[in-house]
T-cell receptor, first 107, second 114 residues
């Protein structure tokens, strides 16, 4: 049983498209994180949120605590957005990670 | 520049050998973590340390050992007892261990057992 489920697992888009990646979780959380992993393997943190919505450039993250669901949106997608996007939730002293959504944006 | 470094980037090991992966941070973070990543799976926690001279087992600690003698350093040893050690290993740190603390990740070490 996975505490964090992401969908879709793989996503291919054309440059300029609006993209949505979904994350559902089954545990109580203190915070939810969206991470980006590039092909070389390095991971960077995109967002950390516990309620509402955050925006950074073309990226928007939302969370619905009652429904235990979060979405990551990318507006005007670009080939450089191609990466694996990982949802992680924090419960007590532990992080639970989704298996990631592999995004490929074609020019 | 502040950040986390891991070395080496690629590591090859013969079966039966112990190997140590390095993780250093100069962010003055108290908490440090080791994760393992396998294809198609989420990151899994091996060990974590909330403060110097203290560390706790994660979900998959068997066959691994760590030390935290200095705040900046959290080396991971993959022992011969680890049955399937070939994987990508990521080190991370955060100011404190709570979930509202952003985790900063190192570039990772890809370990291959020959």
């Amino acid at each position: 049983k996975n505490e964090v489920e992401q969908s879709p697992q793989n996503l291919t888009a054309q440059e300029g498209e609006f993209i949505t990646i979904n994350c559902s979780y089954s545990v109580g959380i203190s915070a939810l994180h969206w991470l980006q992993q590039h092909p070389g393997g390095g991971i960077v943190s995109l967002f950390m949120l516990s309620s509402g919505k955050k925006k950074h450039g073309r990226l928007i993250a939302t969370i619905n605590i009652q429904e235990k669901h979060s979405s990551l949106h990318i507006t005007a997608s670009h080939p450089r957005d191609s990466a694996v996007y990982i949802c992680a939730v924090h419960n007590f002293n532990k992080f639970y990670f989704g298996s990631g959504t592999k995004l490929n944006v074609k020019p | 520049d502040g950040g986390i470094t891991q070395s080496p980037k690629y590591l090859f090991r013969k079966e039966g050998q112990n190997v140590t992966l390095s993780c250093e941070q100069n962010l003055n973070h108290d908490a440090m973590y080791w994760y393992r990543q396998d294809p198609g799976q989420g990151l899994r926690l091996i060990y974590y340390s909330q403060i110097v001279n203290d560390f706790q087992k994660g979900d998959i600690a068997e066959g691994y050992s760590v030390s935290r003698e200095k705040k900046e350093s959290f080396p991971l040893t993959v022992t011969s007892a680890q049955k399937n050690p070939t994987a990508f290993y990521l080190c991370a740190s955060s100011f404190q261990s709570g979930g509202d603390n952003e985790q900063f990740f190192g570039p990772g070490t890809r370990l291959t057992v020959l």
